[in-house]
């Protein structure tokens, strides 16, 4: 299966190793890689331990739960990445769907080393959220009208 992160590389040979423990990014943007594959694989504790240790109060494992639970990832696309020994930032944007509207945003991630890379905060740009029609074609990139896609019912959103 191809990774969810757009690398074009499998998932077992891309984000899964940083997911499961078993490898650590060894740069920013592929922990934004990863983070972004683990939302759509809902490993929320991974999403949870690579928030710098300063940002873990504020981001439960609850509630980070209740969005990627509630979300269903389509696309990830790297803007620009840019990193020293110990900073990063990653600018990309994502497509998702909740509830039959179709959300975009564009971020710039900032990312901190301390023996591990973490992700510490970002500049958020929200797009106005879109409506799907029942008879519209699916913004997965599928062929199929958003009613029908299997993707989308799978995903239960």
Same mark, same amino acid.
């Given at each position: 299966?191809?990774?969810?992160?757009?690398?074009?590389?499998?998932?077992?040979?891309?984000?899964?190793?940083?997911?499961?423990?078993?490898?650590?990014?060894?740069?920013?943007?592929?922990?934004?890689?990863?983070?972004?594959? $683990?939302?759509?694989?809902?490993?929320? +504790?991974?999403?949870?331990? &690579?928030?710098?240790? =300063?940002? #873990?109060? /504020?981001?439960?494992?609850?509630?980070? $739960?209740?969005?990627?639970?509630?979300? +269903?990832?389509?696309?990830? &696309?790297?803007?620009? =990445?840019? #990193?020293? /020994?110990?900073?990063?930032?990653?600018?990309?944007?994502?497509?998702?769907?909740?509830?039959?509207?179709?959300?975009?945003?564009?971020?710039?991630?900032?990312?901190?080393?301390?023996?591990?890379?973490?992700?510490?905060?970002?500049?958020?740009?929200?797009?106005?959220?879109?409506?799907?029609?029942?008879?519209?074609?699916?913004?997965?990139?599928?062929?199929?009208?958003?009613?029908?896609?299997?993707?989308?019912?799978?995903?239960?959103?």
């Amino acid at each position: 299966m191809q990774c969810y992160c757009g690398s074009a590389k499998e998932f077992s040979l891309c984000c899964l190793p940083l997911i499961s423990g078993q490898a650590k990014a060894e740069h920013c943007e592929q922990l934004m890689r990863s983070r972004y594959s $683990a939302y759509c694989h809902r490993n929320i +504790h991974y999403l949870h331990q &690579t928030y710098h240790p =300063s940002k #873990q109060a /504020a981001n439960s494992l609850a509630s980070l $739960a209740v969005f990627a639970d509630s979300s +269903h990832f389509i696309k990830l &696309t790297i803007l620009s =990445s840019e #990193q020293t /020994a110990s900073e990063g930032y990653v600018s990309f944007s994502v497509r998702y769907i909740q509830q039959s509207t179709l959300y975009e945003f564009t971020e710039r991630s900032r990312f901190v080393y301390d023996k591990s890379w973490y992700y510490i905060d970002g500049i958020l740009d929200d797009k106005a959220p879109v409506k799907i029609g029942r008879n519209e074609l699916c913004p997965c990139g599928g062929a199929k009208k958003f009613k029908h896609c299997v993707v989308h019912r799978l995903s239960g959103n």
